[in-house]
């Protein structure tokens, strides 16, 4: 089985410039997270997804975050402009429902660096 | 407040010896915990997931065990190896309405030749 695909892996970009993320989560997955991980603390859930409705994004910093899931599979999150405290490695994990006893697969992150 | 606090922060030993890494949860209800394990530069991945019914669970070299009745859980790793060295994060899964991962910060472990 297919994990969860990230792209890039890494990018680094000048404050106030604009950047995009990419995840495929795993066939058949109906829920797709978003998490944005600073270095030395836990992952922090910036939104997350049931097939391509939107089921919190109480975290999200929606004046310069936004994302998006057509079709229920694919999602792309954007951050515009960004800033320097948005340096952190940004993790898409899927799940095959609300459920969560199945656990998260976690992608391999894409780590943005700022400056 | 629904919060995860694991210690130590950071952890040093030598190849081929034991340790344990510690998790302290204030989420309920509760549903599950598990442990993850992090690799630098990677996603993190699920080693062991324990039901409040459930006391140990192991994985290879890693026991995890779990006391609901504290809201104490632990992560044994023997006979540590170099791949070892990671961080390992608790995650409690919060049943309050909808499902939801309580994250702890991580434990980094680093295990030297």
């Known amino acids: 089985e297919a994990g969860v695909a990230q792209s890039p892996r890494y990018k680094i970009i000048e404050k106030r410039q604009s950047v995009a993320f990419w995840c495929n989560p795993i066939s058949g997955h109906a829920t797709l997270y978003w998490y944005q991980q600073i270095l030395g603390q836990g992952p922090k859930l910036l939104i997350q997804f049931q097939n391509n409705g939107v089921v919190d994004d109480s975290q999200l910093p929606k004046d310069r975050f936004s994302a998006e899931r057509l079709k229920g599979v694919d999602s792309t999150l954007k951050i515009q402009p960004a800033k320097l405290e948005d340096s952190a490695v940004y993790l898409c994990?899927?799940?095959?429902?609300?459920?969560?006893?199945?656990?998260?697969?976690f992608g391999s992150g894409t780590r943005l660096t700022v400056v | 407040k629904n919060q995860v606090e694991q210690s130590p922060q950071s952890l040093i030993i030598l190849e081929g010896k034991n340790c344990t890494l510690q998790?302290?949860?204030?989420?309920?209800?509760?549903?599950?915990l598990r442990w993850y394990k992090q690799d630098t530069g990677r996603g993190p991945v699920s080693l062991t997931i324990m039901t409040f019914s459930e006391n140990t669970k192991s994985n290879g070299r890693y026991t995890a065990t779990l006391d609901a009745d504290t809201k104490q859980s632990s992560l044994h790793i023997t006979a540590s190896q170099l791949s070892d060295s990671a961080s390992y994060i608790c995650?409690?899964?919060?049943?309050?309405?909808?499902?939801?991962?309580?994250f702890g910060t991580g434990t980094r472990l680093k295990v030297l030749a």
């Open positions: 995650v409690v899964t919060l049943t309050s309405g909808t499902y939801k991962y309580i």
């Open positions: 998790c302290n949860y204030t989420v309920s209800p509760f549903s599950n």
């Open positions: 994990a899927s799940t095959p429902g609300r459920n969560l006893y199945y656990g998260y697969t």
